[in-house]
């Protein structure tokens, strides 16, 4: 059937896979005919996803992305991949003024350093098939707008947008594309660590013109499209996915 998202003969990457926007990604991307590489520390959540994933030849990696052995052997373990979904991340809600070296470093680690890491190792030892693509997740904060303190997170995100510009000039020889999306608030465990109050979260939607956050399958949707053939004109782009909330 003809079908030009279609992700069948394509091994794909997923970072994250234990929770959120990632597990949504692996599984849409097993159904969409793809073979898929999940990672994330929490075995157990792991497992789950692994266990959601639709059709054969899927693997699963335990793997801190923070640590650099764990991005070796995550590395190594790789034959050879089409596409990677950056998803790992984190968020912390700090206003400035608290906002640490220390504090930074994480955030900056897992968010922006990691995600660099893995895919100069992966590129450097060649693994990325020509045609290839690379999506990271990154936020309308930090691209588009930022929250109260939400100044880290924002710098990590910004950091990523800037990351891709280069790497997508960089790669295109090879034939390899860089995007991004830009999600808004997406409905996830990223807040669950009561980083934002109920009454700040339903406050925040409130100001989204579709009047609700995200779901995880929408940015596995959009994530698809540029995996996918479709997409295979766009390189060191920012997809927009937001309800609107940027518009005004
Ligand atoms: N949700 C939103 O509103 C939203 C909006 C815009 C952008 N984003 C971005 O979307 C991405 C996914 O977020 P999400 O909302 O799906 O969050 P989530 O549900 O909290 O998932 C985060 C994922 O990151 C993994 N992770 C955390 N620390 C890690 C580490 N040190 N090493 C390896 N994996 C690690 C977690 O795996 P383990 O727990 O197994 O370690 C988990 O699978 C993030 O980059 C986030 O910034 C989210």
């Given at each position: 059937m003809y079908n030009p998202f279609s992700l069948s003969r394509k091994t794909i990457l997923v970072t994250g896979a234990s929770s959120g926007i990632g597990k949504a990604t692996a599984i849409e991307c097993s159904k969409l005919g793809a073979s898929v590489i999940i990672t994330g520390r929490n075995r157990e959540r792991l497992n789950e996803t692994f266990s959601e994933l639709e059709n054969e030849g899927h693997n699963q990696v335990i793997a801190d992305l923070c640590e650099t052995s764990s991005l070796q052997n995550l590395v190594t373990g790789i034959e050879h991949i089409d596409g990677i979904v950056h998803c790992a991340g984190i968020t912390k809600n700090i206003p400035f003024q608290f906002a640490t070296t220390d504090k930074l470093s994480e955030i900056i680690n897992l968010n922006f350093f990691a995600p660099t890491e893995l895919t100069r190792l992966l590129v450097k030892n060649k693994k990325i098939n020509k045609g290839g693509s690379i999506v990271f997740i990154s936020s309308v904060s930090g691209v588009l707008c930022s929250a109260p303190a939400s100044s880290m997170?924002?710098?990590?995100?910004?950091?990523?947008?800037?990351?891709?510009?280069?790497?997508?000039?960089?790669?295109?020889?090879?034939?390899?594309?860089?995007?991004?999306?830009?999600?808004?608030?997406?409905?996830?465990?990223?807040?669950?660590?009561?980083?934002?109050?109920?009454?700040?979260?339903?406050?925040?939607?409130?100001?989204?013109?579709?009047?609700?956050?995200?779901?995880?399958?929408?940015?596995?949707?959009?994530?698809?499209?540029?995996?996918?053939?479709?997409s295979a004109w766009i390189t060191g782009s920012n997809l927009l996915i937001d309800g609107g909330l940027t518009l005004q």
């Open positions: 997170y924002s710098a990590s995100k910004g950091a990523v947008n800037g990351l891709i510009k280069g790497i997508a000039l960089d790669l295109a020889p090879r034939g390899i594309r860089v995007n991004s999306v830009i999600p808004g608030v997406v409905e996830t465990n990223i807040f669950e660590a009561g980083v934002i109050s109920e009454e700040q979260l339903e406050e925040n939607k409130r100001m989204y013109p579709l009047k609700r956050f995200g779901k995880p399958i929408e940015i596995a949707h959009s994530v698809i499209y540029l995996l996918s053939d479709a």
